[in-house]
Every structure is written in structure tokens, then in C-alpha cells.
């Protein structure tokens, strides 16, 4: 199964941009779709974006569409979320997430990431 490991997180001012990054390994990275999901305290874990491990087609939730920006390397085994126009409702853990197709639903994903702390000052 794959094994994901997130960086990239921190602190940033609202307008500011971050590159996070998910690192795969134990598994055939190329096959598997890709997402980002976050979890903001008191709230349920929501969907950010995805990717498709084929045709790199790329799915958004509306709240980040037109700033978020996810990509993969999978030479590198390597999937990434470029954050930019942060603002502070931004703020919550992300976890990418490795699943057989691009979807919003938690449960379509097998393997999880420990997350990474994305916190955004106004």
C-alpha cells in the first residue's frame, strides 16, 4: 500500500502563497489518483482538489478553484498543492490522499498521509 508523507506546511500572512508536497513511496505511484483534503479545528475533513493518475485531469472544490493549484511528478513520485491568495479561513491540517479515482468522497481513499499544519494570519 502506498505510504504518503506531506511538507510544506506553516505560517504564511493572508495573500501569501505556500507549496505543499506529498511524497509516495511502497507502492505504483503513477497508478493512483491524488487528492488534497483539510480539517480545520471543529470541523469535518473536506475536499480540496484531486488529480487523475492518467491524463493529470484536475478536480477543485469551489472554495479554492482559481487559487489552488494541484499537480504531480510521478517520476518523482511526488504530488503537490500550490496555494496561493491564502486567506485565514484557508487555515487547517492537509492530507493528501492516494485512491484508484479522482473523487471527493473520504471514502474512495485507501491511503493517508499524517498531515500538515497550514495556518493563515490576517
Known amino acids: 500500500q502506498e505510504q504518503l508523507v506531506e511538507s510544506g506546511g506553516g505560517l504564511v500572512q493572508a495573500g501569501g502563497s505556500l507549496r505543499l508536497s506529498c511524497a509516495a513511496s511502497g507502492g505504483t505511484f503513477s497508478s493512483y489518483a491524488m487528492a488534497w483534503f483539510r480539517q480545520a479545528p471543529g470541523k469535518e475533513r473536506e475536499f480540496v482538489a484531486a488529480?487523475?493518475?492518467?491524463?493529470?485531469?484536475?478536480y477543485y472544490a469551489d472554495s479554492v478553484k482559481g487559487r489552488f493549484t494541484i499537480s504531480r511528478d510521478n517520476a518523482k513520485n511526488t504530488a503537490y498543492l500550490q496555494m496561493n491568495s491564502l486567506k485565514p479561513e484557508d487555515t487547517a491540517v492537509y492530507y493528501c490522499a492516494a485512491g484508484r479515482y479522482p473523487a471527493t468522497r473520504i471514502s474512495s481513499y485507501a491511503a493517508w498521509g499524517q498531515g500538515t499544519q497550514v495556518t493563515v494570519s490576517s
Open positions: 488529480i487523475s493518475w492518467s491524463r493529470g485531469n484536475t
